[in-house]
């Protein structure tokens, strides 16, 4: 093969971090012309997909959840640590050992939200959501729930407001450039803008 027409091979990765929820990771690879190169990513898992082959595991859920008795797609607006701020996303949470992606929906609704599932939707794929950073993957779970929004109960470490979303209030949240909003809950919320269905 001539130069340029190689496939990039990785050959190794070592670990940068031993920390309990999250780890950086170098890999070394041959880039397409046979040069040496390093990558760095983050990992949930310890030793990282990669490594072990487990692209199987989900690491979390994404919870789309539709208010039946308000008729309103619910969203939360929580302070992130690298952001420094409040952003507009959907409660989201950390699949337990052994516990199914929608167990695991039903459970972090109800902790961050108090809000309580009635029915399932539908569930997606395990999908990658910034794969030049991390083998992170997710399952978004489209639910119905009922119920009042209670002060979640993740304690003093989280700080969450649930908020219900109307058609237009969705597109008026969308439109608002000085907001901070995560991509998978603007992209759900753009359609519903448009189109009124999750």
């Known amino acids: 093969m001539s130069a340029g027409n190689q496939k990039i091979r990785i050959f190794g990765q070592t670990a940068l971090t031993d920390r309990k929820f999250v780890n950086l990771f170098e890999i070394?690879?041959?880039?397409?012309?046979?040069?040496?190169?390093?990558?760095?990513?983050?990992?949930?898992?310890?030793?990282?997909?990669?490594?072990?082959?487990?692209f199987d595991i989900?690491?979390?859920?994404?919870?789309?959840?539709?208010?039946?008795?308000?008729?309103?797609?619910?969203?939360?607006?929580?302070?992130?640590?690298?952001?420094?701020d409040?952003?507009?996303?959907?409660?989201?949470?950390l699949v337990d050992p052994g516990e199914s992606p929608q167990q695991?929906?039903?459970?972090?609704?109800?902790?961050?939200?108090?809000?309580?599932?009635?029915?399932?939707?539908?569930?997606?794929?395990?999908?990658?959501?910034?794969?030049g950073l991390t083998d992170e993957s997710i399952v978004m779970v489209y639910l119905d729930c009922d119920g009042r929004p209670s002060d979640s109960n993740t304690g003093s470490a989280e700080d969450i407001e649930t908020v219900?979303?109307?058609q237009k209030e969705a597109a008026d949240l969308c439109a608002d450039s000085a907001l901070k909003v995560d991509v998978k809950t603007w992209l759900v919320m753009d359609k519903f803008a448009a189109t009124g269905g999750i």
């Open 104 to 131: 695991s929906a039903i459970r972090e609704l109800g902790e961050e939200t108090g809000l309580k599932t009635t029915g399932i939707r539908r569930t997606s794929q395990p999908i990658y959501v910034s794969s």
């Open 164 to 166: 219900f979303l109307s």
């Open 58 to 84: 989900v690491d979390a859920v994404i919870i789309v959840p539709w208010h039946v008795p308000s008729g309103k797609l619910v969203v939360i607006r929580e302070f992130r640590m690298p952001l420094n």
């Open 86 to 93: 409040y952003q507009y996303g959907f409660p989201a949470g």
């Open 28 to 54: 070394r690879y041959s880039d397409r012309n046979g040069n040496e190169r390093r990558w760095d990513f983050a990992s949930r898992q310890n030793p990282p997909k990669i490594e072990t082959g487990a």
